[in-house]
C-alpha cells in the first residue's frame, strides 16, 4: 500500500512518525512518501517537503510567505499526480491540507483519504465540519471533546485518545538522570524553570524574549530553553549567557528536570502538565493577529489543559497580559506549595481524560481494518 502523508509542524511529525511505526506492523507493503520533520523521514521511504520549508505562523507569517505557500500547493499536487498513492492522510494543517484533499477528490481517485488530528474547528469556523465531513474518508479525533462536537452535527468521528501519551512512554525510557542531564549540558544544582516558547521561528522571536524579562527576579534558579530542531540554531545565540542555557532535540528531559515552566500555548501544555510541571502559558499573537482571532474564536480558553478540564486550572497571559510583572508574579504563585498541589491533581484528573495510552496503535489498526474493506 502507497502512503502520502503530510504534517505541518513539529508535533504532527512526533505523532505521525509513531503512527507509521504502527502501519508498518499491519502492513508489511508500506510505503511512505511523506511532508514531515526528521521522525517522519526516519519512518519514510521518502521525503518530499521538509517542515523547515513549509510552517508558517499567524497571519502575516502566511501573507510573508505567499509564493512559497502557493508553490508548495503546486508542488504537493504534482507530486500526488505522480505518486499516485493509495492512501493519503492528513494531520492538523488544515489550511493545506483541506486544500490538497480537494484536489485528491477533485481528481476522482480511488485513494482513501483520513484525517488524524482533525482541524480545531471546535474553535473556530465551525462550518468546516461540513467541509472535512465531505473531503474524507474517515476521521480519528484526539480530544475527548471532538467526537461530542462532529456528533452534534451528525457525523462520526472516531476517538483514539491523544498520541502524546504514546510519544512520552517511548521517550520516557531514553530520559537521562538528573545529574547526567545537568552535567551533560553544564547545568548547576539549581532549580530548573524550562523555557517553552514554540518551534517556529516567528514564535520564538516574538515570545522568548518576553519570556526571559522573568531572568533576573528569579536568582536562586536557572532558566533553560527548549530549542526546537526545525530552525537554525543560530536563531537563538543572542539568548544564551550564564544564567540562560538553550538545550535542543531534548524538550522532554528538560521538563523531567523542571520545577515550573514558561510554555506557549499548544502541544506543549499538554506535554508539560503530564510531566507533572506547574506552568504559566504565554501566548503573543500580534495585536492585529489578536483582535482578529477575538471576533472569531467561540473557546473560553487558549489551553489545551483547561479546555480539556473545562476550567481555568493554568494560567493565561494572552498579548497584552504577556508582560514582566504578569509573568513574575504568575511564576511566583506557581512556584507556592498550595498552588503546585492543586496543579498537580488538575494534572491527574487531565491524563486520565486523555484516555490512557495507545492512540498511534488504535489509530493504525482502525485505518488497516477500513482499507481491507477496499
Known amino acids: 500500500m502507497k502512503y502520502y502523508i503530510i504534517a505541518g509542524e513539529a508535533s504532527g511529525d512526533m505523532h ?8 508498518k506492523l499491519r502492513d508489511k507493503d508500506a510505503y511512505f512518501r511523506v511532508w514531515g520533520g526528521d521522525r517522519m523521514s526516519e519512518e ?30 503546486r508542488f504537493c499536487e504534482e507530486d500526488i499526480l505522480n505518486f499516485k498513492p493509495d492512501v493519503l492522510i492528513l494531520i492538523d494543517n488544515s489550511g493545506f491540507n483541506l486544500r490538497i484533499a480537494k484536489f485528491v477528490r477533485n481528481q476522482g481517485f480511488e485513494t ?12 473556530w469556523k465551525r462550518k468546516r465540519v461540513h467541509t472535512i465531513q465531505g473531503l474524507t474518508d474517515r476521521r480519528f479525533a484526539i480530544l475527548p471533546f471532538e467526537q461530542d462536537f462532529y456528533n452534534s452535527y451528525g457525523y ?47 514564535e520564538i522571536l516574538t515570545k522568548l524574549p518576553k519570556m526571559l524579562q522573568v531572568v533576573r527576579h528569579f536568582p536562586d534558579y536557572q532558566f533553560v530553553v527548549a530549542g526546537s530542531e526545525t530552525v537554525d540554531e543560530r536563531l537563538y545565540d543572542q539568548f544564551t549567557n550564564d544564567t540562560v542555557k538553550v538545550v535542543f532535540g531534548r524538550t522532554y528531559d528538560i521538563l523531567n528536570n523542571a520545577t515550573a515552566a514558561l510554555v506557549t500555548s499548544g502541544t506543549a501544555t499538554l506535554e508539560t502538565a503530564l510531566f507533572k510541571v506547574p506552568q ?14 477575538k471576533r472569531i474564536i467561540s473557546i473560553k480558553y487558549i489551553c489545551m489543559v483547561n479546555l480539556i478540564l473545562d476550567r481555568m486550572s493554568v494560567q493565561e497571559l494572552i498579548e497584552g497580559d504577556l508582560n514582566e510583572t504578569r509573568m513574575v508574579n504568575e511564576l511566583n504563585t506557581v512556584l507556592q506549595p498550595e498552588t503546585r498541589d492543586r496543579m498537580l491533581k488538575d494534572y491527574d484528573e487531565l491524563e486520565a481524560k486523555l484516555g490512557g495510552g495507545g492512540a498511534s496503535e488504535k489509530v493504525a489498526e482502525l485505518m488497516i481494518e477500513d482499507l481491507s474493506r477496499k
Open 16 to 23: 505521525a512518525a509513531n503512527m507509521m511505526k504502527q502501519l
Open 44 to 73: 519514510a521511504q521518502e521525503l518530499a517537503k521538509h517542515i523547515r520549508e513549509t510552517s508558517f505562523m499567524g497571519v502575516f507569517g502566511v501573507l510573508w510567505n505567499l509564493r512559497t505557500i502557493k508553490r508548495n500547493f
Open 112 to 123: 482513501r483519504i483520513f484525517y488524524y488530528i482533525l482541524p480545531q474547528a471546535w474553535a
Open 156 to 202: 462520526k468521528v472516531d476517538y483514539v485518545g491523544h498520541p502524546i501519551l504514546d510519544s512520552m512512554a517511548q521517550r520516557r525510557p531514553e530520559l537521562s538522570a538528573s545529574s547526567a542531564f545537568r552535567s551533560q549540558f553544564d547545568l548547576s544544582e539549581k532549580p530548573i524553570i524550562a523555557l517553552l516558547p514554540g518551534s517556529r521561528k516567528r
Open 280 to 293: 504559566v502559558v504565554c501566548y503573543k499573537p500580534g495585536f492585529v493577529t489578536y483582535h482578529l482571532l
